[in-house]
């Protein structure tokens, strides 16, 4: 069965980075993109970007262009996304997600359980 | 980016009730609409696709319908396990952009 396991929470001050891994079982991990959402709480759904996990290849949501970086690891399944100059309002659930089929456009299905950041000096 | 209108916001429901949300897009994307849902502390999941398109597993009591710009989701009977928040998103083009979220509560 697919399965997208996440790395733990982590607790991080402005100014720093974090880098949070998602594993993927299940699927052929070069076979379907990989999306990040984020959660802040008790608000809504926000869209990172994505990475097509055979190339390497990203789409980021201009908002965080030359803060976040996804990239791969295809001989481990896992895709990582890392997100820079962190400030307060990034602290939220980020949460790894995969497409529906390689074909575009296609929506995500299968999620990840989503890992806490809290941003705090 | 594409935005959207979701509503109402907030929905208050009795077990067996018929539900709608709705979800209006700034421009057309065709078909190019999911919905999701969302319980607390949970990741969501996906309910259908492609407007119209029920997910595998996904109970019949949901559908979907529309095009272009103006969608809705519908719960035929709603169960205790429905009570969730649930969210449109269209992926008709980058970057993705969801709905404000629905959160449907015990009335």
């Known amino acids: 069965q697919v399965q997208l396991v996440q790395s733990g929470a982590e607790v991080k001050k402005p100014g720093a980075s974090v880098k949070v891994s998602c594993k993927a079982s299940?699927?052929?991990?070069?076979?379907?993109?990989m999306h990040w959402v984020r959660q802040a709480p008790g608000q809504g759904l926000e869209w990172m970007g994505r990475i097509n996990p055979n190339s390497g290849g990203t789409n980021y949501a201009q908002k965080f262009q030359g803060r976040v970086t996804m990239t791969r690891d295809t001989s481990i399944s896992t895709a990582y996304m890392e997100l820079s100059r962190l400030r307060s309002d990034d602290t939220a659930v980020y949460y790894c997600a995969r497409s529906l089929s390689y074909g575009d456009p296609t929506p995500a299905d299968y999620w990840g359980q989503g890992t806490l950041v809290t941003v705090s000096s | 980016a594409i935005w959207m209108t979701q509503s109402p916001s907030l929905l208050s429901a009795s077990t067996g009730d018929r539900v709608t949300i709705s979800c209006r897009m700034s421009?057309?994307?065709?078909?190019?609409l999911a919905w999701y849902q969302q319980k607390p502390g949970k990741a969501p999941e996906l309910l259908i696709y492609?407007?119209?398109t029920l997910q595998s597993g996904v109970p019949s009591r949901f559908s979907g319908s529309g095009s272009g710009t103006d969608f809705t989701l519908t719960i035929s009977c709603l169960q205790s396990e429905d009570f969730a928040t649930y969210y449109c998103?269209?992926?008709?083009?980058?970057?993705?952009?969801f709905g404000q979220g629905t959160k449907v509560e015990i009335k």
């Open positions: 421009q057309g994307i065709s078909s190019y």
């Open positions: 299940g699927y052929t991990f070069t076979g379907y993109y």
């Open positions: 492609a407007a119209s």
């Open positions: 998103q269209q992926y008709y083009s980058f970057p993705w952009t």
